[in-house]
C-alpha cells in the first residue's frame, strides 16, 4: 500500500523536518560576543579580546570583526563556530582587503587557519552578555 507512495512520503517528511526546525528559537545558539586568544608568537604572549558582534576591534596592528557566533547545541561540549574577518593596517595592498575572512571552529582551526606571521587566533567562546 505505501510502496506507491513512498517517495512522496519521503518528500513530505523531509518538508516536516524543514517546518519544524522552522519554529525553533535559534537565539539560544547565536552569541552577541565572541572571546578570542590571540598568541604574538614573537613575544610568547597571550592575550584574550572579546567582540561584539558586528562591531570592530583593533589589536596591535589587527583590525577584528565578528559577524556571527554559533554555539551547537548537539552536544556536551558544544562545538563554536564564528564568521571572522580580520585586517592588517600594515598591508597597504587595496586588492587584498582582508587577511582572514570565513568561518572558523574552535575544534578544528585547521579547517581554514589564520595564517600571519606574528599571530595566531583561537576561539574560546561564544556566549550572550
Known sequence: ???KYKKY?????FI???YANQGQSSDELDGDFLELKILDKVSS????????IGEEKKFQNLIFRSQKCINSKFDDNPEITAYLQVRDLN???????FIFNGWTFASSPSIKP???P????WIIRCFIK
Do not use: A, P, R, S
Open 1 to 3: 500500500m505505501f510502496g
Open 9 to 13: 512520503n519521503l518528500v513530505l517528511f
Open 16 to 18: 516536516f523536518l524543514f
Open 45 to 52: 604572549k597571550n592575550t584574550t579580546i572579546t567582540l561584539k
Open 91 to 97: 598591508k597597504k595592498n587595496k586588492d587584498k582587503v
Open 114 to 116: 589564520f595564517d600571519h
Open 118 to 121: 606574528v599571530y595566531d587566533i
